[in-house]
């Protein structure tokens, strides 16, 4: 079975804010899985459910499967309707995105975070978390409420990489048409 696309800016689902789970089904099971196959075929690290489609709060990580020092073992972490309870300090962090392709940003966020939410058998699941950690749970979390990282960018920075964009997608389209 073909793996799902992910979603690409500025397609309208990314904006939508998602709803909570409000029972972990098979079918939400099976989401949560086909995002831990989509995000780890695409490589990222993290992935919202929105960015495949689906306008609910349910977000995938696995900060250290790239880390060759954990020898690329593979560490998912599957959270229902995560939220962040607890944010402290700032750091600077270069972001990219599997939405927002060929585009790397510095964006401003908390230093430290709790992130609460359940896992897939319903049990709660809290986390201090920092550094690139930290990072992801925030931006993983801002999909769910319809907010990408280059809304959280300079005005100038985001209207250079839309421009890009649309420019990207019109020689695409003149190139099919000349097929």
Same mark, same amino acid.
């Given at each position: 079975?073909?793996?799902?696309? $992910?979603l690409?800016f500025?397609?309208?689902?990314?904006?939508? +804010?998602?709803?909570? +789970?409000?029972?972990? %089904?098979?079918?939400?099971?099976?989401?949560? !899985?086909?995002?831990l196959?989509?995000?780890y075929?695409?490589p990222? +690290?993290?992935?919202?459910?929105? !960015?495949?489609?689906?306008? /609910?709060?349910?977000i995938?990580l696995?900060?250290?499967?790239?880390?060759?020092?954990?020898?690329?073992?593979?560490?998912?972490?599957?959270?229902?309707?995560?939220?962040?309870?607890?944010?402290?300090?700032? $750091?600077?962090? %270069?972001?990219?995105?599997?939405? $927002?392709?060929?585009f790397n940003?510095? /964006?401003?966020r908390?230093?430290? /975070?709790?992130?609460?939410?359940?896992?897939?058998?319903?049990?709660?699941?809290?986390?201090?978390?920092?550094?690139?950690?930290?990072?992801?749970? !925030?931006?993983?979390?801002?999909?769910?409420?319809?907010?990408l990282? +280059?809304?959280?960018?300079?005005?100038?920075?985001?209207?250079?990489?839309?421009s890009?964009?649309?420019?990207?997608?019109?020689?695409e389209?003149?190139? !099919?048409?000349?097929?």
């Open positions: 079975m073909a793996l799902r696309p $992910v690409q500025p397609d309208p689902r990314l904006k939508r +804010i998602s709803a909570p +789970i409000e029972k972990i %089904t098979d079918e939400i099971r099976a989401l949560a !899985q086909e995002m196959d989509v995000m075929d695409e990222g +690290i993290g992935l919202a459910a929105p !960015q495949l489609g689906e306008p /609910v709060r349910l995938v696995d900060t250290r499967w790239k880390d060759e020092d954990a020898g690329g073992e593979k560490s998912p972490l599957v959270l229902v309707n995560p939220e962040i309870v607890l944010r402290e300090g700032k $750091v600077v962090w %270069t972001e990219g995105c599997l939405s $927002v392709p060929d940003a510095e /964006v401003e908390a230093e430290r /975070v709790r992130v609460r939410g359940l896992d897939l058998d319903g049990r709660e699941f809290v986390e201090d978390a920092d550094e690139l950690r930290a990072v992801c749970f !925030q931006h993983e979390v801002d999909h769910l409420d319809g907010v990282f +280059i809304d959280r960018i300079s005005r100038l920075k985001r209207s250079l990489y839309v890009r964009r649309k420019k990207a997608a019109r020689l389209q003149e190139a !099919q048409g000349a097929r």
